[in-house]
């Protein structure tokens, strides 16, 4: 069964940054044969693709986080980073991570349970 454990959210001011990470663990191929995505979910709004990164290193980005944010993976520790710099008070939701299907929003395993990112002065 996948795991998938967020972490390294928190309360920022903005024009900070917080540094998130996704931990994967069981899943049935190595992890390499996944393309990895970070999504978010503000309060009252459907969840959204922040950025993804393919199997072979290839980045997407939504275009409100061109720029500020960057994706990184560690395929020796089966890892998902996003970097968030510049932090606005509209980036204030909760992020998750999982494997992208295809872009929007077609992902392949169960949610986990996301880290919250809070902007706020």
């Known amino acids: 069964q996948v795991q998938l454990v967020e972490s390294g959210g928190g309360l920022v001011q903005p024009g900070e940054s917080l540094r998130l990470s996704c931990a994967v663990s069981?899943?049935?191929?190595?992890?390499?044969?996944?393309?990895m995505g970070w999504y978010r979910q503000a309060p009252g709004k459907q969840r959204e693709l922040v950025a993804s990164?393919?199997?072979?290193?290839?980045?997407y980005y939504s275009d409100s986080m061109k720029g500020r944010f960057t994706i990184s993976r560690d395929n020796a520790e089966n890892v998902v980073h996003l970097q968030m710099n510049s932090l606005k008070p509209e980036d204030t939701a909760v992020y998750y991570c999982?494997?992208?299907?295809?872009?929007?929003?077609?992902?392949?395993?169960?949610w986990g349970q996301g880290t919250q990112a809070t902007v706020s002065s």
């Open positions: 999982n494997s992208v299907v295809s872009i929007p929003l077609q992902v392949r395993w169960p």
């Open positions: 069981g899943t049935k191929n190595i992890f390499t044969a996944y393309d």
């Open positions: 990164v393919t199997r072979g290193g290839s980045t």
